[in-house]
């Protein structure tokens, strides 16, 4: 298993980097920022991002939620307890509150690796090969009563969560599809981004983003639809606005 760690205070690195060779894990390279951060994982393409939430810039949710996929396995590491939802909501492998000690850090190893054998990563090539990206989705076939609707992806301003169902806004209704948001975005690609721990918005559709309490934000449509935006997904947001 190869980690990166992410995470602002040299001493907070310097502890868990220890913690980690003690139990087997080699540290590929370290980084202070989510820029930092970026560049190391395309230099080390590590299996596991131990990841401080609170950062300067672009914070570790944000990061975690824009990472391109095949992305690493993510292990939060924060002195806050309030970011377990919406951590865990991203696919978080682990939320790690500090100070954590060595046998709960094992736990979230033995999770990592868990997941790693579920799931292996790719094989890493002695050279670089242009990658082959899948296919997105141009369309969704959406079961309805008495029938099913063919909804262009082009269509959609806006998906939201509803328990095991996904509300797609459009300006001709709001259809449920049943599936996760994760597997959903995954289908559509880049086009859409993560905007709430509820929400997902389609990036080509946004005319403005108005400013809110608390490092919140609205997304206004070209639509008219407002969409809302928690300050976790914001960097992300922007990132994907270019």
């Given at each position: 298993m190869r980690a990166l760690i992410v995470d602002d205070e040299e001493p907070a690195r310097a502890r868990l980097r220890r913690l980690l060779e003690g139990a087997g894990v080699t540290v590929a390279a370290e980084a202070a920022d989510a820029g930092d951060a970026r560049r190391q994982l395309a230099a080390h393409a590590p299996d596991v991002l131990f990841l401080d939430i609170c950062m300067p810039g672009m914070s570790g949710m944000a990061l975690a939620a824009s990472l391109p996929q095949p992305a690493p396995l993510v292990v939060f590491t924060t002195a806050h307890d309030?970011?377990?939802?919406?951590?865990?909501?991203?696919?978080?492998?682990?939320?790690?509150?500090?100070?954590?000690d060595a046998a709960r850090l094992a736990r979230a190893i033995e999770r990592v690796r868990l997941r790693l054998v579920a799931a292996p990563p790719a094989p890493r090539l002695a050279l670089p090969v242009a990658p082959h990206p899948a296919p997105h989705l141009a369309q969704l076939l959406v079961p309805e009563r008495g029938g099913t609707t063919v909804l262009p992806v082009r269509d959609i301003g806006w998906i939201e969560t509803a328990d095991n169902y996904l509300i797609l806004h459009t300006a001709k209704g709001q259809p449920l599809l049943r599936k996760t948001m994760g597997a959903l975005l995954a289908e559509l690609g880049p086009g859409f981004v993560r905007c709430h721990r509820r929400a997902a918005v389609q990036t080509a559709r946004i005319e403005r983003v108005l400013a809110r309490a608390h490092g919140d934000c609205e997304l206004l449509l070209d639509s008219g639809m407002r969409v809302p935006c928690s300050r976790q997904y914001r960097a992300a947001v922007m990132a994907a606005l270019g």
């Open positions: 309030s970011y377990a939802l919406p951590a865990f909501d991203t696919g978080a492998a682990d939320y790690l509150l500090k100070p954590f």
